[in-house]
């Protein structure tokens, strides 16, 4: 069966500090995986996608990006981190035509930024 | 642009009882994917029920159902018999495409439900 890791579970950070949050997913071969932030009080919104090694599609400009060294690795980074950028990170991935796809979250990573 | 629209901010249900949580969405979409997530206190994503807009029959988890109404756009999730462990935030999402970012899902802003003994 398939799994998502992410880690780590939380994580607090200075402002102007590098993040490097890690999703990796075990079970399956050429996922399409994605990067979700919710912030407090909100639904998620999709940050990064990714349907291959090498392959990222951004969803909104901001000071993060991401980064797939590896098929079932999937790495969010940022060079100096905001205030703004405080919040629950989800992993997903899903499988077969994009289309129709389901989508399976990880237990998230908790940043708060101070 | 696609929206999802979750009317109810909270709901509370009696444990044993039926709740019905709201969910509306706008696509220009003639074939899309429905979905309802659950998140619990630990804050991990638990996909519900899927539906697909072309299939008229509702989608059915056990405890869980759907009443999907295509012309109406409504996407609302019933829970009978609820349990505490019901207790969590749901949300509602509809898969879309996107230019910048294939498919992904868009995600309402949520309904958090209190089940009480």
């Known amino acids: 069966s398939q799994t998502i890791h992410q880690w780590p579970a939380t994580l607090v950070q200075p402002v102007g500090s590098p993040l490097s949050l890690e999703c990796t997913v075990e079970g399956t071969s050429n996922p399409n995986l994605y990067w979700y932030r919710q912030a407090a009080g909100r639904g998620l919104q999709l940050l990064f996608y990714s349907v291959g090694i090498g392959q990222i599609s951004s969803e909104v400009p901001q000071n993060l990006s991401a980064s797939r060294p590896q098929d079932r690795q999937f790495i969010l980074s940022s060079k100096k981190l905001l205030l703004s950028d405080s919040g629950f990170y989800l992993c997903?991935?899903?499988?077969?035509?994009?289309?129709?796809?389901?989508?399976?979250f990880g237990p998230g990573t908790r940043l708060t930024v101070l | 642009a696609q929206t999802v629209t979750q009317s109810q901010p909270e709901m509370s249900v009696q444990e044993a009882e039926t709740v019905t949580l709201s969910c509306t969405y706008d696509?220009?979409?003639?074939?899309?994917?429905l979905f309802w997530y659950k998140q619990p206190p630990s804050r991990q994503m638990i996909l519900v029920i899927r539906?697909?807009?072309?299939?008229?029959q509702n989608a059915t988890e056990n405890r869980f159902s759907v009443n999907f109404q295509k012309a109406a756009k409504s996407f609302s999730l019933k829970i009978s018999d609820s349990q505490l462990g019901d207790a969590a935030m749901y949300f509602c999402a509809v898969l879309r495409w996107s230019s910048n970012s294939g498919y992904a899902l868009n995600f309402g802003k949520g309904t958090s439900l209190l089940v009480t003994p």
């Open positions: 539906q697909e807009a072309y299939k008229q």
């Open positions: 997903a991935w899903s499988v077969g035509g994009a289309a129709t796809d389901t989508q399976y």
């Open positions: 696509t220009s979409e003639s074939d899309y994917y």
